[in-house]
């Protein structure tokens, strides 16, 4: 008895070991692509688990169909006949949210699927900026962790007050001090274009998330202060040469008005040569 039920574990188990888990972050009317992580060259499916148990999407015999209730906004993004099956939400709706599997040939892989409503924060290039976060540290809150389109920014341990950075961030963030207070938000010094994307903080093994969400961190560039400043100077330039045209009429003006007065005479003669 006891080894029948070693082997069902282990097939349970292998289930999970066996398939890949992949996480995609969207935002709401934007578009999202569910990879599918193992190449399939048969008959394959794309099902929904949350809320409930759903075909999304078949192929059979090479012709592919997606089902009548997500056809509106899904389509087949990869080549299917490269073994290529992701699948494109184009917009991305809130109920969207959920995991995914596509299976093929006996093998599965996982998408858990993220839709956002982000805070939103607009920089400039070399800016120092702050992303929102806070949340309940009060309970066994051992860390805190940033990520940015699922990759880590940061991660603090609160028990021994280490920081890890996420690779290209070292040096550049810093947690708040405040995270006795609830305060998780990240501080990013001299943002740049690479640094747009969503980003999440999640508390206690990421077993919590912060509030917001998310926040999508939008930079701009500063080559618009270029065209600004051009704009400008044509604008001055224009000016300048207007006042200058009304000051010729005016010096004209006054040298026939007062050419019996020697003094003054030299003074026109002196601004008209300037």
């Not at 699922?150 to 920081?163: F, M």
């Not at 305060?183 to 990421?206: A, F, K, M, Q």
């Not at 009304?246 to 026109?268: D, E, G």
Request: hydrophobic share 35%; with cysteine.
């Amino acid at each position: 008895m006891r080894i029948v039920l070693s082997l069902c574990l282990i097939v349970y188990l292998s289930k999970f070991v066996c398939s890949s888990f992949t996480v995609v972050e969207a935002i709401v009317g934007k578009p999202a692509v569910l990879p599918c992580a193992i190449v399939c060259h048969g008959d394959n499916n794309w099902s929904r688990f949350i809320p409930d148990t759903t075909t999304v999407a078949r192929c059979v015999s090479g012709t592919c169909r997606i089902g009548a209730d997500f056809k509106e906004r899904f389509t087949f993004t990869g080549n299917a006949t490269r073994g290529n099956i992701s699948l494109l939400i184009s917009p991305a709706v809130y109920n969207d949210i959920g995991s995914y599997t596509c299976s093929c040939g006996g093998k599965t892989a996982d998408v858990k699927l993220h839709v956002f409503v982000p805070t939103v924060v607009v920089a400039r290039e070399l800016e120092n900026i702050t992303l929102p976060c806070y949340g309940d540290t009060r309970r066994d809150a051992r860390d805190a962790q940033w990520q940015k389109d699922g990759q880590r920014v940061l991660h603090y341990d609160s028990k021994t007050g280490t920081v890890t950075h996420g690779r290209g961030y070292e040096e550049r963030c810093m947690l708040s001090k405040g995270f006795a207070d609830g305060d998780l938000s990240l501080h990013i010094g001299s943002v740049s274009e690479s640094d747009e994307g969503i980003y999440r903080c999640t508390i206690h093994d990421e077993s919590r998330e912060g509030e917001p969400r998310a926040v999508l961190l939008k930079v701009e560039n500063n080559k618009t202060d270029g065209s600004l400043s051009f704009g400008t100077g044509v604008s001055i330039g224009v000016v300048i040469t207007a006042f200058t045209a009304v000051s010729m009429v005016l010096a004209v003006y006054l040298w026939r008005r007062y050419k019996r007065c020697q003094p003054f005479q030299h003074l026109i003669k002196f601004l008209l040569r300037s």
